[in-house]
Each structure stands twice: as structure tokens, then as C-alpha cells.
């Protein structure tokens, strides 16, 4: 499964990006999807993610600015950054647990990542 990433770039407080996660594979293979963001220095940490089991879940740093979502029919995840702030300065990558065996177990695989920077 291959996962690659859009929508990065420089924006100034306050602004919105969308990001994009483009998959090889139907999304609804996948156990779940999700974003991701890390920063020099600091662990990865989840930003949002989506399953059909669980539905959605954010970060509570972003709950009310970012929403998750995802189109089946072109096999790809989106991230809408809206009111974004400084601190959400950070590479993002897209994730997927694609499920491997009837027990569903799943191997996580990642996108390259993007870069989006708040600055003003």
C-alpha cells in the first residue's frame, strides 16, 4: 500500500490548509486512518483519525479547528486545518492500518510526510 501526501505549505495564523492523502488501495481495507504530526526533537503525535467502527477522533488541541474525513470513490483521506496557530508548525503524515489476516491483524503503513508552517 502506498499513501502520499498534499496540501502542505505556509500559512498565516489564523488560516486553513487542507491535506490529502492519496491511497493505492481501497480505504475501506484499512482498519483505520489517520494524521499524525511531528515536530524536531519530539515524538509523533495523533492528530485525528477515522475508522468505520469508531467513527472520528482528534487531538484535543485541535478538536473544533480540524475535521477528518474521507472519500471512498477516490480512495483518499483529508485533514481541514482551519483557525490554524503557530504551534501546529509540523510535518504531517498520513496513516494507515491495513489489515493483513482473517484475525485482522494490521501492519501500519506511512505516508512521506508534508510540511505545514504557521507563521506570520
Known amino acids: 500500500v502506498r499513501l502520499v501526501e498534499s496540501g502542505g505549505g505556509s500559512v498565516q495564523p489564523g488560516g486553513s490548509l487542507r491535506l490529502s492523502c492519496a491511497a493505492s488501495?481501497?480505504?475501506?481495507?484499512?482498519?483505520?486512518m489517520g494524521w499524525y504530526r511531528q515536530t524536531p526533537g519530539k515524538q509523533r503525535e495523533m492528530v485525528a483519525s477515522i475508522s468505520s467502527s469508531v467513527g472520528t477522533n482528534y487531538a484535543d488541541s485541535v478538536k473544533g479547528r480540524f475535521t477528518i474525513s474521507r472519500d471512498a470513490a477516490e480512495n483518499t483521506m483529508y485533514l481541514q486545518m482551519n483557525s490554524l496557530k503557530p504551534e501546529d508548525t509540523a510535518v504531517y503524515y498520513c496513516?494507515?492500518?491495513?489489515?493483513?489476516?482473517?484475525?485482522?491483524?494490521?501492519?501500519?503503513?506511512w505516508g512521506q510526510g508534508t510540511q505545514v508552517t504557521v507563521s506570520s
Open positions: 496513516n494507515a492500518e491495513v489489515v493483513v489476516n482473517v484475525e485482522g491483524a494490521t501492519v501500519s503503513e
Open positions: 488501495a481501497s480505504i475501506f481495507s484499512f482498519a483505520s
